[in-house]
């Protein structure tokens, strides 16, 4: 018996000293991020073009299968916005064009202006070890246009024929949650006041919101309840933001912006003619008849706030010069409040 348990014990020592844990280094080699190879043009015809990548691998000082992830950035601090573009265990990939641009109009950069964009590689193995990241590296774009489809609620009212499809009256969800706004001119021609519900989809047959909404001087809050009865306001133009989780929304009245001058009815500088607000786009548009004249874009059929170009080149300013167009046609004009820009397209 003695013999065996000796022999037991040399056994279970020479087991034990064959094992050896991993041991993570105290100073993991990063990866480091090439040049990104970007196709011939950023433009949408490049759309489906792929944005290319590559990088060195990182070592954490054992085997493991270590997950990469690109991230981008318009700080290159990546204190800004940033955004995860893939992620793969490989040591190369590419994303699309036009996923890239979608992102960096997400961050509400202007359309056709140069942007600087930080591009740098994650490296993580399991969740108890911190991931590493390389250095960044930058690449200007120049976003061109496109639309990003972001998630929707509606609000069909008195205002526009009680219709949860229709184009006036949609709320986007700009961080793919569960937070909605736009803006909404609510103006009931019938009445001093309008009536609305939220609904999920462009139809009445899911989910619908109402209920009653307390006043706080020409602003509103309250709940979402899907046995309320219909919301109802002074006629307004609306900033309006809805929680489908938190079954709250608000209601903000704001600017109610139109297109006056020579070049649109009636012609004189005496009315504005309204502007739509499309929210998928966030910015102010008319797409309609011109005449050969002039124009400028004011605020609540007013001249309190109102804005021209001095150098007629996609800059505004508060009060600045008229804006001609040279010929008379069919003519999309967007305008945006708070980048003080504009664009003019004769289509």
């Known amino acids: 018996m003695l013999v065996l348990l000796t ?5 279970f020592a020479s087991c034990t000293s064959d094992i050896s844990e991993p041991k993570m280094s105290s100073n993991p080699t990063t ?7 970007l196709p011939d043009s950023f433009i949408v015809s490049r759309a489906d073009s792929l944005i290319r990548f590559s990088w060195s691998a990182a070592d954490f000082g054992f085997a493991s299968s270590t997950t990469y992830m690109v991230q981008v950035s318009d700080s290159s601090s990546f204190s ?26 997400s961050w509400n950069y202007a359309i056709g202006k140069p942007v600087t964009v930080y591009y740098r590689v994650t490296a993580s193995v399991v969740s108890s070890v911190a991931p590493v990241y390389s250095s960044a590296k930058s ?6 246009d496109a639309v990003i489809n972001y998630p929707m609620v509606y609000v069909p009212g008195s205002y ?32 001093s006041s309008a009536q609305f519900k939220i609904t999920s989809n462009p139809d009445w047959n899911h989910t619908s919101w109402g209920g009653t909404l307390t006043a706080s001087g020409n602003n509103y809050s309250g709940s979402l309840n899907p046995a309320g009865d219909n919301f109802q306001v002074n006629n ?4 309006i933001t809805v929680d489908v989780t938190a079954l709250t929304i608000s209601l ?44 400028k874009f004011r605020a609540n059929d007013a001249w309190t706030l109102s804005y021209g170009s001095n150098a007629n080149d996609g800059n505004l300013q508060s009060g600045g010069a008229n804006i001609p167009l040279a010929t008379a046609g069919n003519y999309t004009i967007r305008f945006d409040p708070v980048k003080l820009t504009y664009t003019v397209k004769k289509n």
Request: hydrophobic share 40%.
């Open 7 to 11: 022999a037991l014990g040399l056994l």
């Open 31 to 37: 990866p480091t991020v090439a040049n990104v190879a």
């Open 80 to 105: 800004g916005h940033v955004s995860n573009l893939f992620s793969t265990q490989n040591l190369s990939g590419g994303a699309k064009v036009s996923d890239v641009n979608t992102l960096v109009l």
């Open 139 to 144: 690449t200007t774009l120049t976003p061109y």
């Open 160 to 191: 526009q024929g009680w219709s949860p499809g229709a184009t006036n009256g949609r709320l986007y969800s700009y961080g793919f949650n569960s937070q909605y706004s736009g803006i909404v001119r609510i103006i009931d021609a019938t009445a």
């Open 236 to 239: 307004a133009c609306y900033a």
């Open 252 to 295: 903000t009245k704001t600017d109610d912006w139109g297109i006056i001058g020579s070049a649109v009815p009636p012609y004189d500088w005496s009315k504005s003619v309204p502007m739509f607000y499309n929210g998928q786009r966030k910015l102010w548009e008319i797409t309609a008849d011109f005449h050969a004249g002039d124009i």
